[in-house]
């Protein structure tokens, strides 16, 4: 099957895994009020960010979007300091500067989740732009989601990234709304056309199939790295919460997400996928799933118990010398 | 050393960090000109000719035209210099930071606060500004304010020839995202200028003129002025001190203080709009922190709260001159003579 | 022009000074002067400075009033001998000026003596030659930071009766930035291979401070290069030295931190200008120069004290040796010329610091004039 290995199905479950389980904890702490802000929750678009990333090393850049904790874990981010963040604990990811919509790590090629929609695009042109200029082979992903994809920061970065010939892949999430709105209102036109206007090759994919998403992101990322530009993806999917949490979802049919929960789970597709082949056992799966979820709890009563940032830290990390 | 214009003294100060560092690249509109054009390669080397020449020297790879397209590699840039380059990314009139100011105060601005201090963004962004120019409402613009109420960022206004190569190379050099503005009007003046590369460092105001009666603060082309004024003054008697902050972030507000300290009276002078600009700021600066040193209401010498005009006539009326700030400074020393 | 009658000109201190100001008149109007006599003080926008009578006689003129100012070259006053006519004494004035305004155009056109640049031991070495070209030329050499500019009240005075060769030391100035081990070895050295660079044979050597030290190791490596030494406030006679004023010179980068370092030079730290202390920030600034200095410092002033000592080994040189000190000395101690051999003619300026040459410019100028001949 593909390039994978039964290492790598395995560290793609596990991810996914890690993903549901995070998202699902973050969901019933936020509610029991532990949690501070807001969050903008990844459950039931797992595949898309573990499909995409798998393909990547860390000297390859993403640059994520309000729901970011799906592609944080996914590129690699330590899940424990990701928690602390989402508490705004001094030993989070961030120090408890940035929080859910901010966490980046630099090292692992994670340039942040972004507060602004479409705000990542041109600075995933960058990072290609970096790889390019110092030759480090690398590539770049900017996930934006179908609202991102609207945005003019987006539709300039496909035209840079054109006449750049940038190793990027733009990545659309289109999960079907943007914030209460309906893509199928808010996008005129259709994403693949967009990508052929800006000459870019474009593919949509079952964002629920992590060996469709997968396999899409291969040709992209590899067609980036061999030196032939950018290309798109349209990612189809859907979420499992609301835009953020507390959002009612009133602009939602009645039933809808529970029929998407039976329905469309990407690690329900996953795990009939391996072991109907015989790749993986079921048994192995349901081991990864208690450990996943023995470390997450262990992460949120890490993140519970770990310290507040103290009134000094307000005053570090604005600028490198002043 | 020779004599070199606030243009050729930027253009040495990226050829010869190019040269040193290369990571350093320059990009913006035009900054070689022709491409893809079936004229001239390096047509224009920027609108105003400032970037001409990198491109020959140093190639397509590192001198990098773009299209009209100033959010993409504003941001781009942002983004190239939190993942190992230092760009410097022309933004060809400030004006135009309208279309590309998010990945300037929302993304480079904030990587390292919001990433708990594990980013560097070595972005210099330079772009011009001011009046004089003849160029109206949305070329002629100063909006040096605005990046200075934003943390995060460096503002630098390179007043002189000299002024301009050592605080571009400082820029190029330092860690953080740093705002270059350059007078248009400025381009051709000329001066002393080292042919070695050199530094000066930020938040140091630079005392261009020493007395005892008035504190003059003036920055970019306002310094021009502010000398200008000092010296006539002399002969009449009257001493001025002239500071140009030389950055806006971060602000000298020690110097500052020290010199009203010493003079007991204060003239602002600021070619940006009068709400929110650098003479407020600094006003609200003395009177918190000087007040009893002063002997004297402060003075703003600012253009009126209106857009850049057009005519000839109207725009000479906007900008402050040597007319008005040497008034505001005779009338400072007036006070309860 | 008769010598009966001398004027006294608005002089050109250092390459900038295109025009001062006459800040006070120190001799009133009709009173005797001697030559030397200091007549009136000047301020440019490096330095104030007071400047001395050319000639004995009557200050028969005063022709510029304080506060005003006048272009390099201006007739500021006239010493006229006993027994000048007046007439005779406007008829001068009136003709200086005529040929003055002349002069001054010609000037606008004609290029001054500008610093040139020569390799010597691999370094590009920038100097200022001026003068007649002829005999045996005095060379200048500064101290520690120091550049060529500290001789701007030295070597246009030295200029007119003699060659003289003022140079930037590496590290320091326009001069190469390259130091090598940056002890004092290497500094005489270099300075033996800029002698052959100008194909200088022997040569007057004078040396302020760290320019003393280094002169004198040149003479003593090398002893026919040297036809005289004049050592000022010299390094190298004894073992202290301000390592205040060392690490403050390397150390800072501000204005108001320069001042203080800078003040510490002279007897009378008024003289340290708001120009002066931008002339020292834009060398510091300079890509290499906090290299530099820091090498230099690290291999000549150890810890605070001084590397080599030899004090003792003036003997062995066959040329005149005199040593001018400020008795106001901060940086390196007055007291180290009591080592020198019995015989080496000290001069004691009492109302000098560490820049004697500045401060008692006059004095240290007859000083080396009567050393050179």
């Not at chain 2, 603060?217 to 310094?223: P, S």
């Not at chain 3, 000290?346 to 560490?354: D, F, K, L, Q, S």
């Amino acid at each position: 099957m593909l390039q994978l290995s039964r290492d790598d199905l395995v560290q793609a479950y596990i991810r996914m895994r890690t993903i549901r389980e995070f998202e699902e904890r973050v969901h019933t702490e936020f509610a029991g009020g532990a949690i501070p802000g807001f969050v903008h929750l990844y459950a039931g678009e797992e595949a898309s960010a573990v499909g995409v990333c798998m393909n990547l090393e860390d000297k390859d850049y993403i640059a994520s979007t309000h729901r970011g904790h799906g592609h944080c874990i996914a590129k690699g981010c330590d899940v424990e300091a990701m928690m602390k963040e989402i508490y705004g604990r001094r030993d989070g990811s961030c120090g408890g500067k940035g929080g859910s919509m901010h966490i980046a790590d630099l090292s692992k090629g994670m340039m942040g989740a972004n507060g602004i929609v479409g705000g990542g695009p041109p600075l995933v042109c960058g990072a290609a732009l970096s790889a390019k200029t110092l030759k480090t082979g690398g590539v770049a992903v900017a996930f934006v989601g179908d609202g991102g994809s609207n945005q003019g920061t987006t539709l300039e970065s496909y035209n840079l990234a054109n006449v750049w010939n940038l190793p990027v892949v733009f990545v659309v999430e289109d999960n079907g709304y943007a914030e209460s709105t309906a893509s199928a209102w808010s996008v005129g036109g259709s994403q693949l056309k967009r990508a052929e206007a800006f000459g870019m090759p474009g593919r949509e994919v079952d964002g629920h199939d992590f060996f469709a998403v997968y396999e899409a992101a291969k040709e992209a990322i590899d067609r980036a790295r061999a030196g032939d530009g950018p290309s798109l993806l349209h990612v189809k999917l859907n979420r499992y919460y609301g835009h953020f949490e507390g959002d009612a979802m009133t602009y939602r049919a009645d039933g809808e997400v529970e029929a998407l929960r039976e329905t469309v789970d990407s690690l329900a597709a996953f795990r009939t996928r391996v072991t109907e082949t015989g790749l993986l056992e079921g048994r192995q799966l349901d081991d990864i799933d208690r450990e996943v979820a023995a470390s997450i709890g262990q992460a949120v009563t890490a993140a519970m118990s770990a310290k507040a940032p103290s009134e000094e830290d307000l005053l570090t990390d604005v600028y490198v010398s002043y | 050393m020779a004599k070199k214009s606030y243009r050729q003294a930027i253009n040495e100060a990226l050829a010869q960090e190019m040269r040193r560092d290369p990571t350093v690249i320059v990009m913006g509109e035009d900054n070689a000109g022709g491409l893809g054009a079936p004229g001239e390669d390096d047509a224009w080397g920027g609108v105003l000719g400032v970037t001409k020449g990198l491109m020959p020297e140093f190639g397509r790879e590192r001198v990098l035209d773009t299209p009209i397209s100033e959010s993409a590699f504003i941001g781009a840039a942002a983004g190239a210099a939190a993942t190992g380059l230092r760009p410097v990314a022309e933004l060809m009139f400030v004006d135009f930071m309208g279309v590309c100011f998010d990945q300037i105060f929302n993304q480079a601005g904030k990587f390292r606060y919001m990433f708990g201090g594990k980013a560097v963004t070595p972005l210099v962004v330079r772009t011009m500004y001011g009046a004089g120019f003849r160029a109206a409402s949305q070329h002629s613009q100063c909006l040096y304010p605005i990046f200075t109420h934003v943390p995060g960022l460096k503002v630098v206004l390179p007043s002189s020839p000299y002024e301009a190569k050592g605080l571009l190379i400082q820029a190029i050099r330092d860690d953080d995202p740093v705002i270059f503005l350059e007078h248009k009007v400025l381009y051709d003046d000329e001066e002393e200028v080292p042919d070695e590369p050199y530094t000066i460092p930020f938040g140091e105001a630079n005392l261009t003129r020493e007395g005892e009666d008035v504190t003059i603060v003036a920055m970019g082309r306002m310094v021009k002025f502010a000398n200008q004024v000092a010296d006539g003054l002399e002969t009449d008697g009257i001493s001025c001190t002239v500071l140009d902050p030389r950055t806006t972030s971060p602000l000298d507000t020690d110097s500052i203080l020290e010199s009203v300290e010493e003079t007991g009276r204060l003239v602002v002078v600021d070619e940006a709009s009068p709400r929110c600009n650098m003479a407020t700021d600094i006003s609200a600066l003395v009177a918190e922190r000087a007040f009893g040193a002063l002997k004297a209401p402060i003075r703003m010498v600012t253009p009126p709260h209106t857009p850049v005009p057009f005519a000839p006539e109207l725009e000479d009326l906007y900008i402050p001159s040597p007319e008005k700030i040497g008034a505001a400074v005779r009338e400072v020393m007036e006070h309860g003579a | 022009m008769s010598d009966a009658i001398q004027a006294v000109t608005m002089p050109k201190w250092g390459l900038a000074m295109d025009e001062g100001m006459v800040t006070v008149w120190l001799v009133e109007e009709g009173a005797p002067v001697a030559a030397g006599d200091e007549l009136l003080e000047i301020e440019t926008t490096k330095i104030t400075n007071v400047f001395e009578s050319p000639a004995a006689g009557t200050l028969s003129r005063r022709l510029v009033g304080e506060g005003e100012t006048v272009p390099v070259g201006a007739l500021l006053a006239v010493v006229a001998e006993d027994g000048a006519a007046e007439a005779e004494i406007d008829a001068f004035v009136e003709s200086f000026r005529a040929e003055f305004a002349v002069a001054a155009e010609a000037a606008a056109e004609s290029v001054a003596a500008e610093p040139e640049s020569v390799e010597a031991g691999g370094l590009a070495i920038n100097y200022l030659r001026a003068g007649t070209g002829e005999g045996v030329p005095i060379v200048l050499v500064h101290g520690f930071g120091g550049d060529l500019d500290n001789w701007l009240f030295n070597q246009p005075a030295l200029a007119e009766h003699h060659d003289v060769v003022a140079l930037d030391l590496p590290g320091h100035g326009r001069s190469a930035k390259d130091v090598g081990a940056g002890d004092l070895a290497f500094l005489s050295e270099t300075l033996a291979e800029f002698l052959d660079a100008l194909g200088i044979d022997r040569a007057h050597l004078v040396g302020h401070s760290l320019g003393g030290a280094a002169v004198l190791g040149l003479a003593l490596d090398h002893p026919k290069r040297a036809a005289s030494l004049t050592l000022i406030s010299p390094a190298g006679l004894g073992p202290e030295i301000n390592r205040s004023y060392i690490s403050g010179f390397v150390g800072a980068a501000r204005r108001k931190e320069m001042k203080g370092v800078l003040q510490m030079l002279f007897a009378d730290p008024g003289l340290v200008s708001r120009d002066l202390v931008e002339d020292v920030l834009k060398y510091k600034r300079l890509d290499g120069v906090a290299g530099a200095l820091e090498t230099i410092a690290r291999a000549v002033f150890p810890d605070g004290r001084q590397a080599v000592v030899l004090a003792e080994r003036v003997g062995d040189l066959a040329v005149p040796v005199q040593v001018i000190w400020g008795r106001r000395d901060e940086i390196v101690p007055p007291a180290h010329a009591e080592a020198l051999p019995p015989g080496v003619p000290v001069h004691m300026i009492e109302t000098a610091g560490h820049m004697a040459h500045m401060e008692a410019a006059g004095e240290v100028n007859r000083l080396i004039a009567a050393m050179t001949g």
